[in-house]
């Protein structure tokens, strides 16, 4: 979407919100010069980026893809929302709370490239992705495919309903270091069969980074009648994307985590043709119709989503196409340093189609739970270890506020573990 039409729309939605989300923070424009590329290595202007955020100091925080704390502007406004909403009690619940927070559900569908139609908040990916899990039309005998590699939660979710509707459900592996696309592809097409009903596959893998051929999958499983769901979690505000130009049919997502959106919100695409059939999670009055049948779930914290649009405005004010590249770049300086030396593995592939943010590394003959302890009670460093699927190292996420300098300390911390 163009910037100027998106920033409009921000705007328009606002005036549904007269009184919320006053803040003090001076609403800071921010205009990086030159193309992304440059932008990702200019130090000052990422150094201006840090000082929105409150950086806690007692260690260096490389684990951004479970939550991102949010920068202190929308901090504040979130903290105003909250007041507002208690300030006006049951009034606001019964006469503000649906006009307003369908504006906010109009802007996460502009901001993801599709229609309000297709699109609702929900509280995070779990709920969106079990939703149509548990909800799909299953028959007996009916297959679904998914990878090792995927979230917990879901193939939980798909064992429950192996058990309850006789679901055969079927599981591959991708290759953290895949040689390309097709490789990718041809390990779900040798699962699918005339029984398969339905594909889950990651955008982002959330224990490598690695970004998968979402479109590329979505074709070939449409030509034999299978449907598509995408784990987008780690995608929305890491990566640019189009949601209609993947070509899947469900996509689901955190927004509490690359968009910084305060915690418990999420958002669920379903294609118009499949609504209808999925069973809500929790029962609808059957007047309503469409997407909305899908996400009611009762009395709920609306001020977590009114704050979807100051975060949205953060995120422009930085750029898109900017903090892509800032991510990748960060990615990339630290992979580069160490790649090469023994002892070390990276469980990521480092081509920029092929990851951004998120990388994985582990030290030979060290459990990832021993790397991560050690990271942290002797260099200070925050991570998160990950020891299942193929995977054996630490999942590295830095962000936006994340220095060239905590990269360093990280980066020497490695090569005196792995000496």
Not at 79 to 86: R, T
Not at 282 to 303: A, D, K, W, Y
């Amino acid at each position: 979407m163009h910037k100027r039409t998106f920033l409009k729309g921000i705007a328009l939605a606002g005036l549904g919100l007269p009184q919320l989300g006053k803040s003090n923070t001076s609403s800071l424009i921010l205009n990086p010069i030159g193309p992304a590329p440059m932008v990702a290595k200019d130090e000052k202007f990422w150094k201006s980026i840090r000082a929105l955020y409150k950086i806690k100091p007692d260690y260096i925080n490389l684990e951004s893809g479970y939550y991102n704390m949010l920068p202190e502007e929308t901090l504040e406004h979130y903290l105003a929302l909250i007041k507002e909403v208690n300030y006006y009690a049951s009034f606001y619940m019964r006469t503000r709370q649906f006009k307003e927070r369908a504006a906010q559900n109009q802007l996460i569908a502009q901001f993801l490239g599709g229609t309000e139609e297709e699109i609702v908040l929900t509280r995070n990916t779990t709920e969106s992705l079990d939703l149509i899990i548990s909800g799909y039309p299953w028959q007996l005998g009916d297959e679904a495919i998914y990878a090792e590699q995927d979230y917990g939660a879901m193939i939980d979710m798909f064992k429950q309903v192996a058990k309850r509707h006789g679901v055969v459900n079927k599981m591959v592996s991708v290759p953290n270091i895949p040689q390309s696309d097709e490789e990718i592809v041809s390990i779900y097409e040798k699962a699918i069969t005339p029984k398969t009903k339905l594909i889950m596959i990651c955008h982002i893998i959330n224990i490598t980074g690695q970004i998968l051929p979402v479109k590329k999958i979505c074709d070939m499983a449409h030509k034999y009648g299978v449907e598509v769901m995408v784990d987008g979690a780690h995608a929305v505000a890491q990566i640019q994307f189009n949601i209609n130009e993947l070509g899947c049919d469900y996509y689901g997502a955190s927004l509490h985590k690359w968009l910084a959106v305060p915690l418990g919100v999420g958002v669920l695409y379903v294609k118009k043709e499949h609504q209808s059939k999925i069973w809500p999670l929790i029962g609808e009055n059957e007047s309503v119709q469409g997407i909305n049948r899908l996400n009611h779930f009762g009395t709920n914290p609306v001020h977590t989503y009114l704050a979807l649009q100051f975060a949205i405005q953060f995120h422009q004010k930085i750029g898109a196409a900017n903090k892509e590249a800032r991510l990748r770049f960060l990615q990339q300086y630290w992979t580069s340093k160490v790649g090469s030396i023994p002892n070390i593995i990276l469980n990521t592939p480092l081509e920029s189609k092929r990851s951004c943010a998120i990388a994985n590394v582990g030290i030979k003959g060290l459990k990832p739970a021993d790397m991560a302890e050690i990271l942290l009670k002797k260099y200070r460093i925050y991570t998160v270890a990950i020891d299942s699927a193929g995977v054996h190292g630490c999942r590295i996420t830095p962000n936006v506020f994340t220095t060239i300098e905590e990269l360093d300390q990280f980066v020497a911390a490695l090569k005196e573990m792995a000496a």
